[in-house]
């Protein structure tokens, strides 16, 4: 199983970026992918998911501002991060597990395969 997590950048705040995860050794239907991030000095924490049935589920500090999406065909989780705020600023985890239960999801110690991470930098 790989994750490889990229599309990280350095934008001003109210920009967008978006950001892609290719997975391999996965089908979708089969499991739970999601995003995470973590800033400098601060614990990894739960952005956004979608669920094996395509259940899409957010962080309240996201929701509504970033959107999760998948493409089965190209193995491919997108995260689009639209009016982006400075504290949004972090190291963008993805990651999949086959064995996860719905009220673990917002819990990165669930989650068992992990991309490199992308940085995302926003400035105000």
């Known amino acids: 199983v790989q994750l490889q997590a990229s599309g990280g950048g350095t934008v001003q705040a109210g920009d967008s970026l978006k950001l892609s995860c290719v997975i391999s050794g996965f089908t979708f239907r089969n499991v739970y992918i999601g995003w995470f991030r973590q800033a400098p000095g601060k614990e990894r924490e739960f952005v956004a998911a979608i669920t094996k049935s395509g259940t899409t589920v957010y962080s309240d500090s996201v929701k509504g501002r970033f959107t999760i999406s998948r493409d089965a065909a190209k193995t491919t989780m997108y995260l689009q991060m639209n009016s982006l705020k400075p504290e949004d600023t972090a190291v963008y985890f993805c990651?999949?597990?086959?064995?996860?239960?719905?009220?673990?999801?917002?819990?990165?110690?669930?989650?068992?395969?992990w991309g490199q991470g992308t940085l995302v930098t926003v400035s105000s």
């Open positions: 990651a999949a597990d086959r064995t996860l239960i719905l009220s673990s999801i917002r819990d990165p110690k669930q989650w068992h395969h």
